[in-house]
């Protein structure tokens, strides 16, 4: 049987794979997570709701970095209180590991929003929405938003 260690390489190496191939990193967490971790409840509806949330937030970068959401979106599916238990309280726990994830990821990257990591990754930020600037940015990120992807993942996998 496969361990945890060994499902989160996997899916770390998926979500990375898929963010160079498709971009769309809160996309690329949630389907690798999907398609490699037993009995996860993201569905192909999460997948698809996160579409907008790349980029800051529908490519604004004002919004944490999709990977992030990405990763805080699993960790919901599995430990998020469901519609039918609101009034059995506000469920921490999930708070707390949603909070240990974006405390490492600070660590990790330097900061939370697309801008924060535009900035620690190529010294600038950049307007999504200007052609050119989204080319640029792509052109000077390298392999840094991949690797927010990846770290991510296994980070959740390992969580879960």
């Known amino acids: 049987?496969?361990?945890?260690?060994?499902i989160a390489e996997k899916a770390a190496a998926i979500a990375k794979s898929y963010e160079f191939d498709y971009g769309c990193c809160p996309q690329c967490v949630l389907a690798a997570v999907k398609e490699t971790v037993p009995g996860n409840a993201i569905t192909d509806e999460t997948i698809k709701a996160s579409h907008g949330l790349s980029g800051g937030g529908?490519?604004?970068?004002?919004?944490l970095c999709g990977s992030l959401v990405g990763g805080l979106l699993t960790l919901g599916s599995k430990r998020g209180r469901d519609r039918d238990k609101f009034e059995k309280g506000k469920f921490i726990g999930n708070f707390k590991a949603c909070n240990e994830l974006v405390e490492d990821f600070e660590k990790e990257f330097g900061g939370t929003t697309c801008r924060d990591l535009q900035k620690q990754f190529t010294g600038r930020t950049y307007d999504m929405w200007k052609a050119e600037e989204y080319q640029a940015f792509s052109d000077n990120r390298g392999e840094q938003c991949a690797n927010t992807a990846e770290f991510v993942t296994r980070w959740v996998v390992n969580k879960l």
């Not at 529908?58 to 919004?63: M, P």
Request: without cysteine; hydrophobic residues 25%; aromatic residues 0%.
């Open 1 to 6: 049987m496969t361990n945890k260690r060994e």
């Open 58 to 63: 529908g490519l604004t970068g004002v919004g």
